[in-house]
C-alpha cells in the first residue's frame, strides 16, 4: 500500500481567508463568531454564526462565474488555489487522467436556494435564474473544482451531514493508499448561513444563543459556520520525486454507524470510529497526543464524546489533549471536518495545540484535557480528528507527524 | 382557547396514546416521549397557541418553561399566552 501525505492546504472560513490566518487565529484563541448579517435575520431567534465577513466574491471570480458559483463553490475554489497552490502541482497527462477531487457537503447551494424560493414563493414570480440547477446542487464544487485544475480521474461529492469532510477525506486517502491516484483534491465546503438554513436549524432547539463553549459545564449548544478547507493528497514516492514540502501524513481511518438514531449520538459508534482508525493505521493508544474532538458544544456530543474517548484510551486519555476549534470557526458541518483537519496539521507539525475557547466551567461528564481557552505547545506525533454525524454515521482520521 | 384539553391532545398525539391515557400527573418519560418527541411537541404547542417557547434542549431546566408533568407545562402555556397576548 502507498503512504499518502499532504503536501497542500487551503481554507477561508469566520478566522481567515487563508491558512495562514486560521492557524494564526487559532493559536490566538480568537474566536470569529459573531452577529450574523443577512436578510430576514431579525426573524431569527438564532442570531450568531461563524459567518465568513469582508469577503469580496468579485476579488476572486469574473462575472461569468460568479452567475454559476454559489457561495459553497466560491468558498471550495478559493481553499483549492491555495492548496494546491502551495503543492506546486500542475495537472497535465497521465497525473491529471489519474488526479480527482473528492469533496465533503451537506447543504449544496443553500443561499441559492433560498433565494430562489423567495423569488417563486414569497416575491410570487413565475421565472428563476437559468443556473439554479447547476448552482446548487451538492456535487457543483467538485465540478467546478475539476474543470480549474484540469483533474480527470475519479471524482465525487459526499454528504453524510456533520461527517461529509471526513468521509470525502478518507475516500480520497482510500484512492492514493490503493493506487488508484497519485494525488487526490480533497475536503469540504458549506455555506447555509441564509435565513432558511438557519431557520431550520432553530427548530432542532439545539443552537446557542451566545456562544459555543464545548466541554464546558455551562454549555448551551451549537453555533453554525460557514467555509471551505481543501487539502492535497498526494502518494509519499511521488512527492518526494518532485521534492514537495510535507506538511503531514494521514496514517489511516475508520468509519462506523450507530444503527441507532437519527440525531442522538452514541458512545460504542464512536468509540469503534476511533478504535478502527488506529488499528488502521497501526497505532497504539499511547501514541495519539491530540484529538480534534468533534465538541459540538451540545449537552449530548460533549459527555459522550468524552465517554467515547475514556473507553478507547483508557489510562491514556487522561493525559491526551482533545480540543474543539468549533469554539472559533462554529460547526461548518459539511465543511467542519476539513477546516478542523488544520488544527490536527498544526499539532503535529508545529507542535502547537488549538484550544477550547468559551471554556467557564468544568464539567464532570467531560474530565478531559480539553486545553482551555489558552493554545498549548506539545510534541504530538499523531493526531486524530472525529467526526459524528447526524444519522449516527461517523468518520475518524488520523494523522501522522512526517519526519 | 381551554389550554388543558388542547395540550392533552397534543401530548397523546405525539405518544400515540388516547387522550384519556394522559393525565395532569403523566410525565413525559411515562408517556414514552423522547427528546425529538419532545421537540415536536414543543413546535405543535407553539403553533396551537401562537405563542414561543423558550426551550433549548442543551438546558431544559434554564428556561422557566418546566416540562417536568403534563400539569406544569400546562401552567407554562397558559403564563406565556398572558404574557405574549
Not at chain 1, 481567508?17 to 459573531?34: H, K, Q, S
Not at chain 1, 469577503?55 to 461569468?64: A, G
Not at chain 1, 474543539?324 to 471536518?337: D, E, N, Q, V
Not at chain 2, 433549548?56 to 407545562?73: G, H, K, L, Q, R
Request: net charge negative; proline share 3%.
Amino acid at each position: 500500500m502507498k503512504r499518502v501525505v499532504i503536501t497542500g492546504a487551503g481554507s477561508i472560513n469566520a478566522l481567515g481567508f487563508t491558512v495562514d490566518e486560521t492557524l494564526e487565529a487559532m493559536r490566538e484563541g480568537r474566536c470569529g463568531i459573531g452577529e450574523l448579517e443577512f436578510r430576514d435575520v431579525e426573524r431569527l431567534a438564532i442570531r450568531i454564526g461563524g459567518q465568513v465577513k469582508g469577503y469580496e466574491p468579485e476579488e476572486s471570480f469574473n462575472r461569468q462565474q460568479l452567475s454559476l458559483y454559489d457561495r459553497f463553490t466560491q468558498f471550495t475554489l478559493i481553499a483549492a488555489r491555495e492548496a494546491i497552490g502551495q503543492s506546486g502541482l500542475t495537472f497535465t497527462g497521465e497525473l491529471a487522467a489519474r488526479s480527482g477531487v473528492v469533496l465533503g457537503n451537506s447543504g449544496g447551494g443553500m443561499t441559492t436556494l433560498d433565494d430562489n424560493y423567495r423569488t417563486v414563493y414569497e416575491d410570487g414570480k413565475n421565472r428563476v435564474h437559468p443556473f439554479v440547477v447547476p448552482k446548487l446542487m451538492n456535487n457543483a464544487a467538485a465540478g467546478h473544482v475539476s474543470m480549474e485544475f484540469n483533474l480527470k480521474g475519479p471524482s465525487f461529492t459526499v454528504s453524510t451531514a456533520c461527517a461529509s469532510s471526513n468521509h470525502a477525506m478518507a475516500q480520497a486517502f482510500q484512492l492514493v493508499h490503493g493506487g488508484a491516484s497519485p494525488v487526490m483534491i480533497t475536503g469540504g465546503s458549506e455555506s447555509m448561513l441564509c435565513f432558511g438554513g438557519v431557520k431550520a436549524w432553530e427548530g432542532l432547539r439545539v443552537m446557542s444563543k451566545d456562544a459555543c463553549r464545548p466541554f464546558s459545564a455551562n454549555r448551551n449548544g451549537m453555533v453554525q459556520g460557514e467555509g471551505a478547507g481543501v487539502f492535497v493528497f498526494e502518494e509519499l514516492e511521488h512527492a518526494k520525486k518532485r521534492g514537495a514540502e510535507i506538511l503531514a501524513e494521514v496514517a489511516g481511518f475508520a468509519m462506523s454507524s450507530d444503527a441507532s438514531d437519527i440525531v442522538m449520538p452514541s458512545k460504542q459508534g464512536e468509540a469503534r470510529a476511533m478504535q478502527g482508525a488506529l488499528e488502521d493505521a497501526k497505532l497504539n493508544p499511547e501514541d495519539v497526543g491530540y484529538i480534534n474532538a468533534h465538541g459540538t458544544g451540545t449537552a449530548a456530543n460533549d459527555k459522550t464524546e468524552s465517554a467515547a474517548v475514556a473507553d478507547v484510551f483508557g489510562a491514556h486519555a487522561d493525559r491526551l489533549l482533545i480540543s474543539s476549534t468549533k469554539s472559533m470557526h462554529g460547526h461548518l458541518i459539511g465543511a467542519t471536518g476539513a477546516v478542523e483537519f488544520l488544527a490536527c496539521i498544526m499539532a503535529v507539525r508545529d507542535g502547537i495545540v488549538a484550544p477550547t475557547i468559551g471554556y467557564e466551567e468544568p464539567d464532570p461528564e467531560c474530565a478531559l484535557d480539553v486545553v482551555p481557552n489558552v493554545a498549548r505547545e506539545a510534541d504530538v506525533k499523531v493526531a486524530l480528528s472525529n467526526a459524528f454525524a447526524f444519522g449516527g454515521l461517523n468518520a475518524v482520521l488520523a494523522l501522522r507527524q512526517f519526519s | 382557547m381551554d389550554v388543558k384539553p388542547r395540550v392533552i391532545q397534543i401530548i397523546a398525539e405525539q405518544a400515540v396514546l388516547e387522550t384519556s391515557d394522559v393525565t395532569l400527573e403523566s410525565t413525559l418519560d411515562d408517556l414514552g416521549i423522547d427528546s425529538l418527541g419532545l421537540v415536536e411537541s414543543i413546535f405543535a404547542i407553539e403553533e396551537a397557541f401562537d405563542i414561543s417557547i423558550p426551550f433549548n434542549a442543551n438546558e431544559p431546566e434554564a428556561s422557566d418553561f418546566d416540562i417536568s408533568s403534563v400539569a406544569t407545562i400546562v401552567v407554562g402555556i397558559e403564563k406565556l399566552i398572558s404574557e405574549q397576548s
